[in-house]
Structure formats: C-alpha cells, structure tokens
C-alpha cells in the first residue's frame, strides 16, 4: 500500500511514522497509535465520537486525511489529563452521570472541553450549540449539559472543586445521586469497545451483502478472492454445518449466513477474512454470486393473503406468531356501551441507531475453545445457538461480553457472530469485523411496523365497556425477537386500563423487508400509542378531560389485568396526578382549548433548537484570526 | 472507502498547478476533505480508489483574506469557521456568519472552506446563495505554457449545474471575492430534515440596508439556494423594495414574487410555500441585525 511520512505531535510527543497515504486521522490514531479512545461511529462526521484538537481547533478525525494533520499539534481523548487523573469537564460527566453506555463519551467530552475553552462564559444555549455535532443515544443529554454547566462554575470558581467530588449518601442510596462505577473508565477515553481490541496476528473481516429482497442463489464463485495476496480465506454457508445451521431468539429460523436463498437486501452471503481490512475490502468485489430472483413480499397483510409469495418453506402462511387474549365477553360489552370507537393506527420502522456500530472478535484458544468477544445482549443464548451451529459441545464454546456501546435491543440477534467463529476455526487465527454504520443501519433488526385497528365502547360516563384490539406487525425476513415483541404487546395492548370485555390479537408476519426485531418497549410502545390516542379521542368525544377518563378506567389495586393477573399494587392514581401538576394542566376536554393555552411553554420547557445562540453573547470571539 | 496511490500537499500554486495538470486521469483536487470522505461510503460512491488526491490546504497563495476597493477578497483557504470568528469578516459579510451557523457543525466548519463549497457545485449549498447575494466571484488559475494565468466568474455564472462547473481540467480556485456589505444587516433562512448539522432542502440569504430613519429599504440583497440547479438573485424583490417605505405588508406582498422563481425538480409547491415565508423571514431578520440603524415597520396593518 502507498505510504506517507508524517511528522506530528500528539498528545505531547513529538513523533514520525510512515503510514498509509489514505488513511484518516482517526484510523492513523486508533491503528497505528493504539489511542482507541478516539471512536469511529459513523465515520461521516455526522456522530462526533471521533473528535480531536488539532492545534487547538476541534476537529472531526474521520474527515480528516492524515496528510492535513502532518506538523500539526494532536491531542485525543487520552492526552487531557495525565495518566489517574480527571480534568474538571470529565470529572462533572462522571459527577452528574453524564456517561452510561459511554461510547460518544470521549467525544463528548472533547466538544465540551472545546466549547469552554473557546468561550469560557457560554451560557446554557451556547453549550448546546457547542455541543451540536455530537450525538448521545442514552442520555437525552440532559445530564451531559449538566455535567458542562458544572464544570464551567467550577472551572470559573464560582463553585468549590469539591462540588465534583461524590455527594455524601449518607445511610441510603435511595433518592441520593450516586455516581456510577465504570464512569471513570468511559469519560477518560480507556474502555476498550470491541473495535477497540487487538489481538496479535489478527484477520480482518469483510461481509458481502445480497444487494436483493429474495432471491434465490444459483452459485457463489470465490476463487479469484481467494487467489487475491493477503486473503487467508473466504466462507459461504458452505463452510458451516448443514443440519443446525439456525438462529434467533425464539425461532431458530436464520442461518449465519444466507443458505440456498436470500430473505432480504443486506443479508450476509459471503464473508472474507484477509491481513488487513483494504484486501478485505478489495476481495468482496472479486466474489461472483448469480441470483435468480424470486417474486418478493413487502406489505405484512399482502403476506398473509393466498398465494403470497412465502418467505420461509416452514410457515406456507407466513405467520411468525399470533398471539391472542381474550376476556369476559367481548359482544356484551359493545352491546352494553353508549359510544362505540374505531380507528386505524400505524408506526413506523425505527433503527435503535447506537453509537457503536456492531463489532466483534473470535479466535480458538489452545484447548481448541472458539471464543467470541462481542457486544451482544443476550450471550448465554448465543453461545448455546452457536455450539448447535458449529457442532461442538458447550463448553467448547465461550462467549466474552465487550461493553456494549448502546443496544436497545438491537443486540440481542446473532447477526455477525457465527461467521467469526467459522473464520476462527477455519483459519486458527483471531479474526474480528467491525460494522460500518452504513451496514449496522443495513443488517441489524429494526422496530417492528404495526398497524393496529381498535374498537373501543364507552358509557357516557367514560367507562370502557369493551376493547377490541387487532396488531398485524411487519416482522421481516426472520423471527429473531417478533414472538416476545407480540406476547408483550398483547399483555400491554389495552394499557394501565381495567377492561372486562376486551379481544386482543398480535400477529407478526414474515416479509422480505429487513428483520424485526427487539427495541425500547419490546412492542408496548406501538400498542401505547394506538391506546393512548384513542383515550384522547375518547375524551374529546366524550366532551370529558383526558386525565378524568384515565382515572375512571385506570388499574387500581384489586383490579385484574388483561391476562387476568390480579393486582396487589398499583400506582398510575399518582403518575396522573403528578404528571397533571407538573404540566400545569388546565381542566378541560382536549380539543377545546386552542391558542391561548397557558400551559404552553414556560421556563421549564424545551423550545425547539434555533442556532445563532453566541450572537446574543457578546464579542468574546471577536478576534481577526486569519488575516 | 477512500484509497489513493499518492497524496499531494503542494505549498505553492504553482506546485500544486503542476501536480495537477499532471496528475493521471481520475485524480481528485482536496480542500477541507468534508464532503470527499464522507462521498466514499456506502450508499453513495461506495469504495473509490483515485490515483491522486491533491490537497490545496497548504498553498501559501490561499491563505488569509485582503479588503479594498470595496470587495472582500477570501484566499481559498477561508473556511466557514472564520465567518464566525473573525470581526472583519463578520462586519463585511454580514450575511455569512448566519450562513455559516447553519453550516454542518463547530467541528467540520474548521476544515470545510467557502471554495470546497462552491466547487462542489450542489444545489442545495448553503454558501451559493450567500455568496450570490454579495455579488460573489471566482477566480480560477491555470497553467498556459507554465504561466499562472487566471480568469473570473460571477458564481452564477461559474456554476453551470448540479455538480457541474465551469473549472476546466488543471484549473484550481484561487480565492473568491465579495462586496462588503459593512453597514448591511444580514440573515440566513434554511429549512432540512431536521435542524441541526443537515443539508438545506431550501436557504435564503438576505441582507439589507433602511436608510437613516429607519423607515425606507435603501438596499437589499436576496438570493435563494435549493430551488434550482443554480443560486438565484431575486431581482424582482429586490427592486420592488428597494426605496419603498418598510412594512410588513409591503414585505410580504414582495415575498410573493419569490414562489415565481422555484424551478426545482423536485417537491416544488413544498419549496414555493417555503420560500414565500424564507423571503419575509429573511429581510425582516435582516432588519433587526442592522446594528446602526433603528428600523421602524409603518404601523396601521398587520400582516
């Protein structure tokens, strides 16, 4: 490969190196320096896990070619402070909890060691502006400009630097902020993430991806990969074994890499390992696979119809899983009820979109134990799938949790894990892949879309008299989570909501579009959303408010749930009350309040993001610096 | 992925004219790097290699800025930071550091530069339209026989299309020139998919002039980006204002000339409606950000 020299300061020491003529900084940094603090999340400059100084300015590392930083002043995540210590800023993110998953954290702790150090006065808006190119998933940032605001006062010395130490507990954690154990470890940039770890001698892997919804694979041609110099080998379905080759988290319905045919667009059908990721790379373009394609299915009641194309041969309907519940009597109620309601609801797919991308490492260890490092959320089950998969007793295969950079959810399925494991084996040399976001956003399980159609009666007097509540989720090409996701959103479908008559069905259906899968709520949130509008609507229709209907129906100690569990606690009495003053709620039905609601706005509400915010703040950057 | 056999950092411009006159065919021209990175990934370019990548950023000639005669002449090294933190340029151009906070983020506006922007040629740039409004010009260097010769384009006329410009092969941005518009107040419309680090579906930049009372548009400047191949002067607006007594009804019912000018490929009623409210917005913010003047709307309506 084409090398460049270098000549550049980083992090205090002045140094000189050869290195690829195309890498970044941020790859010149994590690769060649071993300063992993500095993450790649997106490598597009949209996430700011990558920042750095570079003389001073802060910068994007991943859109930065390395060449532009030669002669340059460096400094990462790890050269802030000296080696046991904390600055201010990461002592506040440690204070306050401004870290939890921790893998935007190094960067975030650059953008607002950087927004101080150019406006050491910024008030709250300009750290917000400050901090835009950096995104958090856990936190909802409220903590982290918590966490600035803090360090500003103590940096100014308005505030004591005791005011970072812990706050005394006294004799309860409880209703205390205690800081959490492994915060030290993410704000100063030196937990090792999977990408983050090195083995010596390893491979690096490269997956090639079914660029069509369902087709079928005629033939795969990897020979002029594996001739390409540095390639160590190339695995196809092939290269696993037959008879279990199946995984997911209910259903075992999903090969580790597509067999026979593909399911959806990003699936993996061809995986390279090589010396380094470039040949990785360059070998995936030299694979030959032919498709015939196959009549696709992308709406899930499409699905369900006759003579839908089928996705799996196991389920000729297409049903994933229907879950139904019923109690009392559904007809009684309706026949019972002054107001009957019916409407149509939907959602959407969502990406659960953490900061690090899925990333992961195998290798056999000398007792011939298959080792897999990765991020996953659910690694006994993985390692009880993968030892059916790779034909090995059990305890030949362990499973080592990497911290998880942010999951949601969406690292529960064993999407990449067994390709590195059949690499591993195949080759006796560690071997890790590290996602791109593009293929993290490609491959990974979304939220599934729901359509939900409800009927709900009523009496005048706001009580639910029955509910019948009907869920057909787009569960995607494989079954990986949709059977929790439709028991869950079964058990919650009618809400915190006494119903006596109530007929409930979930149903997940098989697609060609990208997988389903587990995310935030596990499937009440698409049942909430269906029953809390149509409480609103109910109220409006009923001329009564929102939080009157809630409490007439709500669950109450005694009370019985949809599947008749009986309950001997229950609290929403106080969530509703507590949620109406803090809203400063006026009384009223919903659709008859208008512009001239007071409970609109005020101090403590967010005001959507308007930039220009150093404007307002006086001339404090007010220097010529180029001329 | 973004490959390279060699990556060039020229100091001077006729270094880098010669590197790039002679570089092999498919070889790219780098300033910030903000857009070519991001260009090479899935989704988009997928894995390029190019034989060449040749990085102006280091070119003496391109450096800092001059004020005369007038016109703010930026080195192509100028990057949309500066057009927040440097006071000359902030009183010139005062229509850029509303620009440039609605740019990408802190970070990518310290390596992104105005000339990266403009040769890049999209139609939703946020720095087209700026530059349009303050009567912007490009110039271009090239080698004849191993002369530096140059040549200059207003940039609507420099920009021919989406992507497309009039940069002839071994050709680079030397610098780009602007009136100072000190005395103007200045503003920046931009709507997207989200608020924050996005790229425009519609910008309007404005600035403006009353005159000593306050009461009259002596002067205004207007140009939209994103609503079609290239940026647009609203000439009409502009004249229609120019000298009438301010109001908002007279403001807004300029701002209806504004829809006539969307010719966009795509989601134009959406742009047309958008640009209607860009234009008011943008020279009734305009207004406010003239710092000497006390601007008074003509009461007796209310738009």
Not at chain 1, 327 to 343: H, M, P, W
Not at chain 1, 358 to 375: F, K, L, R
Not at chain 1, 528 to 554: K, V, Y
């Amino acid at each position: 490969m084409p090398k460049l020299k270098i000549d550049l300061e980083v992090n205090n020491r002045k140094m000189s190196k050869e290195t690829d003529a195309h890498k970044r900084l941020l790859d010149f940094l994590r690769d060649d320096l071993n300063l992993t603090g500095t993450k790649e999340g997106c490598g597009a400059g949209e996430c700011g896990t990558c920042s750095v100084f570079v003389d001073g300015k802060l910068v994007k590392s991943c859109l930065m070619p390395v060449a532009k930083a030669s002669g340059s002043k460096i400094q990462t995540i790890e050269g802030l402070s000296d080696p046991g210590t904390l600055t201010p800023m990461q002592r506040a993110f440690h204070k306050t909890g401004a870290s939890q998953c921790g893998y935007c954290i190094p960067g975030m702790v650059m953008a607002a060691t950087s927004a101080l150090r150019e406006n050491p006065k910024a008030d709250i808006e300009e750290i917000k502006e400050r901090l835009g190119g950096n995104i958090c998933r856990c936190t909802g940032y409220t903590k982290i400009f918590e966490a600035v605001e803090l360090a500003k006062a103590v940096i100014a010395g308005d505030m004591p630097e005791e005011a970072l130490n812990e706050d005394d507990v006294g004799d309860s954690y409880i209703g205390h902020n205690v800081r959490r154990l492994d915060a030290p470890s993410k704000v100063s940039g030196r937990l090792r993430y999977a990408a983050d770890m090195k083995m010596h001698d390893m491979l690096q892997m490269q997956v090639l991806r079914s660029p069509h919804p369902h087709a079928k694979i005629i033939s795969i041609d990897t020979s002029e990969a594996e001739a390409m110099d540095g390639v160590v080998c190339v695995i196809t379905s092939n290269d696993v074994p037959e008879q279990t080759d199946g995984f997911g988290v209910f259903v075992h319905d999903q090969p580790i890499m597509a067999r026979g045919k593909v399911r959806h667009v990003g699936e993996a059908v061809a995986a390279v390992a090589a010396e380094d990721l470039v040949t990785a790379r360059k070998a995936l373009a030299k694979i030959r696979v032919v498709y015939e394609e196959l009549p696709g299915v992308y709406d899930p009641e499409e699905a369900m119809k006759k003579g839908a194309a089928v996705v799996h041969d196991y389920a000729p309907d297409n049903i994933v899983k229907h879950i139904p519940v019923r109690k009392g009597d559904v007809n009684a109620g309706f026949a019972n009820a002054d107001l009957i309601l019916e409407d149509d609801f939907s959602t959407q797919q969502v990406e659960h979109a953490y900061l690090e991308p899925e990333a992961g490492i195998a290798y056999v260890d000398a007792d011939d134990v298959v080792v897999v490092i990765s991020p996953s959320q659910n690694i006994t089950h993985h390692r009880h799938m993968l030892s059916h998969i790779l034909g090995l007793p059990i305890n030949k295969v362990r499973f080592i949790m990497s911290p998880v950079g942010g999951g949601f959810g969406g690292k529960e399925d064993m999407i990449y894990q067994g390709m590195l494991a059949v690499v591993a084996m195949k080759t006796h040399r560690p071997v890790q892949l590290n996602f791109t976001r593009e293929e993290s956003i490609i491959a990974s399980a979304k939220r599934h879309p729901s359509r939900v159609h409800y009927k709900m009666g009523l009496k005048w007097n706001g009580e639910i008299t029955a509910i019948q509540f009907g869920m057909i989720s787009d569960g995607g090409a494989y079954g990986m989570s949709s059977e929790g996701v439709m028991r869950k959103a079964a058990i919650l479908s009618c809400g915190p909501y006494e119903v006596h008559n109530l007929s409930v069905d979930t149903t997940a259906v098989y697609t060609n579009n990208t997988p389903s899968g587990a995310f935030r709520t596990f499937g009440g949130m698409q049942a909430q959303f269906a029953t809390e509008s149509m409480m609103d609507m109910a109220a409006e229709a009923l001329e009564m408010d929102p939080f009157e209907i809630r409490r007439i129906n709500m669950m109450k100690i005694g009370s019985r749930t949809h599947t008749q569990h009986k309950l001997t606690a229950a609290s929403l009495d106080r969530c509703l009350d507590a949620a109406e003053k803090e809203s400063r709620w006026e009384n009223g039905p919903p659709n008859v309040r208008g512009s001239k609601r007071s409970d609109l706005g005020g101090d403590d509400t967010r005001a959507p993001c308007t930039l220009g915010a150093r404007f307002k703040n006086g001339k404090s950057t007010d220097k010529e610096r180029v001329a | 992925m973004l490959t390279c056999d060699t990556y060039h950092m020229p100091t001077t411009l006729r270094d880098a004219l010669e590197l790039w006159s002679e570089a092999p065919e498919g070889s790219r021209l780098v300033s910030g790097a903000t857009d070519i990175l991001p260009w090479a990934r899935e989704g988009r370019a997928g894995d390029v290699h190019i034989p060449s990548l040749i990085d102006v950023t280091r070119v003496a000639e391109f450096k800092g800025y001059s004020v005369a005669n007038g016109r703010v002449r930026l080195g192509a090294n100028t990057v949309y930071q500066d057009f927040l933190t440097d006071g000359v340029l902030r009183r010139t151009l005062p229509c850029m550091p509303f620009c440039a906070i609605w740019f990408a983020d802190d970070q990518i506006r310290e390596q992104a530069t105005l000339a990266g922007n403009l040769a890049n040629a999209s139609p939703v740039a946020d720095g087209t339209p700026a530059v349009a409004a303050l009567n912007g010009t490009v110039e271009l260097a090239r080698l004849e026989d191993s002369e530096i010769k140059t040549r200059q384009f207003v940039v609507s006329d420099f920009i021919l299309g989406p992507g497309r410009t009039v940069l002839q092969p071994g050709e680079i941005i030397t610098s780009v020139s602007l009136d100072s518009a000190a005395g103007y107040g200045g503003s920046f419309q931009k709507v997207g998919q989200r608020r924050s680090l996005v790229i425009s579906v519609a910008c309007c930049a404005a600035l403006v002039r009353a005159d000593n009372t306050g009461c009259s548009f002596d002067d205004l400047r207007l140009a939209l980006g994103g609503v079609g191949p290239r940026p647009m002067r609203l000439n009409a607006v502009e004249s229609r204002l120019r000298g009438e007594r301010i109001s908002r009804r007279t403001i807004y019912a300029a701002a209806q000339l504004a829809a006539d000018e969307v010719a966009s490929r795509s989601r134009q009623e959406y742009r047309r409606s958008v640009v209607i409210g860009f234009v008011k917005a943008g020279i009734e913010e305009a207004l406010e950000n003239q710092s000497d003047v006390d601007v008074k709307f003509e009461e007796t309506e209310h738009a």
